[in-house]
Structure formats: C-alpha cells, structure tokens
C-alpha cells in the first residue's frame, strides 16, 4: 500500500460564551463551576487538497444568540492561506447555526452533507422548539437551494472520501451528525464536532443536552474511540481545553489557531 498523504489539521477558534456547567450537562449539577463554550471551525491541509470543515457563524448571528463573536472564520482561514471564496470542499458536520453560517462566503465549495442531516431539519421533528432552536431557518432554506444548484454533495453513512480523509455518520446531537477522520504524520484523527462537544461529554458519559437521540450520543462515544489508535487524537467540538492543549502554528496565532496533527 502506498505511504497515505498527511493532513495539517487546524482550530480557529471563532466565537465564545460563558456558560454554567449545568447546562453542557444533562442533570448537570447547577452549582458546579463555570464552563465556558468556544466555537471553532477546521481546516484540513495536505500537499495537495485542502478541506475545510463547518462554516460558523457572523457578527449578525452572534448578535441575536449572545454570543461574543471574535473573528469572521472565512477571513482567519485567510491567515493559513486559504481563500475561503476558492475553497473546492466544504464538510458540513450538522446543519446547526454554528457549523453552516457563512456559507455565502464559500462561492466555490460543494457541501458535504448526510441525507440523514437534511432530512432531519426539513422533516417533521422541525415543527418542535425544542429540536429546531439550534437551526437557522434561512440557512436551512438555502442549502436546499445549493441542492437545486447541484453543490451540494450526499453521504449516507461512512465513505472514504479519499485514502487519508474519511467521514463517519455518528448522529445523537442530531439525526444526521457526521465526524471527520484524517491521516496525519502521527496517525488517524478524528474531528469529533458535536458527537462530543467537551471532553468531559465522552469521558465521563455525561451527555450534552442538545440532543435527537441520547442512545446513540452514547454508541458515537464508543465508535470514535475505534476511528483512532489514541483517544486523545479526539478532537472534542467546543471544549476550551483545545487551546490550551494544543499550540499555535506561529506566535502571531496565539489563542487564535490551535495546530491539531
């Protein structure tokens, strides 16, 4: 088998907000201490294809959810050298607010996304506050308009995208929750996004409590750990803790750009 193309894997760490622990917690306790969220993008950097991975969110959406919106992720990546408006691939983990925003500013990308995912947020769950809180309508509504536009690519179940980068359908956040596994000098890691959203959501077994099905929450804890030969190559999709485990690619993206590989 011929030697697999690595990966430099990158957090842009976008937007922030402090939040009680209770709340990242199903039957958290409310007098735990405080556990902030931080809200990230990635993107995936080989010799010869780059990935990005969720789009964000904006200062409009930041606005009108309270969150403390740091930096536009489709001008930081920018600061890796990627033109967000040239990018050719795009993976949509989950349709959520936070992870699909800024489409517009990907002229160029096609959209990689589970059946499962779009029919979850155009079906019936939809009609119910407490599944369709996290998803922007207008977002919704113009990834099926990439749909007719044909740019948006259809995954049901794991594929191999290429021999170094592999999507895996775990659901449990949503129907539809889609992880991405890639090949990097060190070995397999896995881009966990909502499938866990802190470390502790996984290691403890304390589910988040935005979720579709708590069930398979628990089985996406236990297929992760298969995807890698070290758990701590999981990559959690908004723990703090990323940035501080891991370092900047140079001083001048300090607690900006975390380096994952």
């Known amino acids: 088998?011929?030697?697999?193309?690595?990966?430099?894997?990158?957090?842009?760490?976008?937007?922030?907000?402090?939040?009680?622990?209770?709340?990242?917690?199903?039957?958290?306790?409310?007098?735990?201490?405080?556990?902030?969220?931080?809200?990230?993008?990635?993107?995936?950097?080989?010799?010869?294809?780059?990935?990005?991975?969720?789009?964000?969110?904006?200062?409009?959406?930041?606005?009108?959810?309270?969150?403390?919106?740091?930096?536009?992720?489709?001008?930081?990546?920018?600061?890796?050298?990627?033109?967000?408006?040239?990018?050719?691939?795009?993976?949509?983990?989950?349709?959520?607010?936070?992870?699909?925003?800024?489409?517009?500013?990907?002229?160029?990308?096609?959209?990689?996304?589970?059946?499962?995912?779009?029919?979850?947020?155009?079906?019936?769950?939809?009609?119910?506050?407490?599944?369709?809180?996290?998803y922007e309508l207008d977002e919704v509504v113009a990834m099926v308009r990439n749909v007719y536009a044909g740019r948006v690519v259809f995954h049901s179940g794991d594929v191999q995208l290429a021999s170094n980068i592999s999507l895996h359908l775990i659901g449990g956040h949503t129907k539809g929750l889609q992880v991405v596994r890639l090949w990097t000098d060190n070995g397999w890691l896995v881009l966990a996004s909502d499938a866990s959203h802190y470390l502790a959501n996984m290691h403890e077994g304390r589910p988040f409590p935005i979720v579709a099905d708590v069930t398979a929450m628990a089985d996406g804890w236990d297929r992760l750990r298969t995807l890698v030969d070290d758990p701590a190559r999981i990559i959690p999709g908004h723990d703090p803790e990323v940035m501080r485990h891991f370092r900047a690619p140079s001083p001048n993206l300090e607690g900006i750009v975390a380096r994952l590989d």
């Not at 209770?22 to 409310?30: A, L, R």
């Not at 990935?51 to 600061?79: H, S």
């Not at 050719?88 to 059946?115: E, K, M, S």
């Open 1 to 134: 088998m011929s030697k697999l193309q690595p990966f430099k894997v990158y957090a842009i760490r976008y937007a922030t907000v402090a939040r009680h622990t209770s709340e990242n917690f199903i039957g958290g306790d409310p007098h735990e201490r405080g556990m902030d969220m931080d809200y990230f993008v990635w993107a995936a950097v080989s010799a010869d294809k780059t990935w990005v991975i969720d789009t964000g969110f904006n200062a409009a959406a930041a606005k009108r959810r309270q969150r403390q919106f740091l930096r536009c992720p489709a001008e930081t990546l920018k600061l890796l050298g990627i033109d967000a408006a040239t990018v050719q691939d795009v993976i949509v983990t989950h349709l959520h607010y936070d992870h699909i925003g800024n489409f517009d500013q990907f002229p160029a990308a096609r959209f990689h996304l589970q059946d499962a995912e779009m029919a979850y947020a155009t079906g019936r769950y939809m009609g119910r506050q407490y599944f369709s809180a996290a």
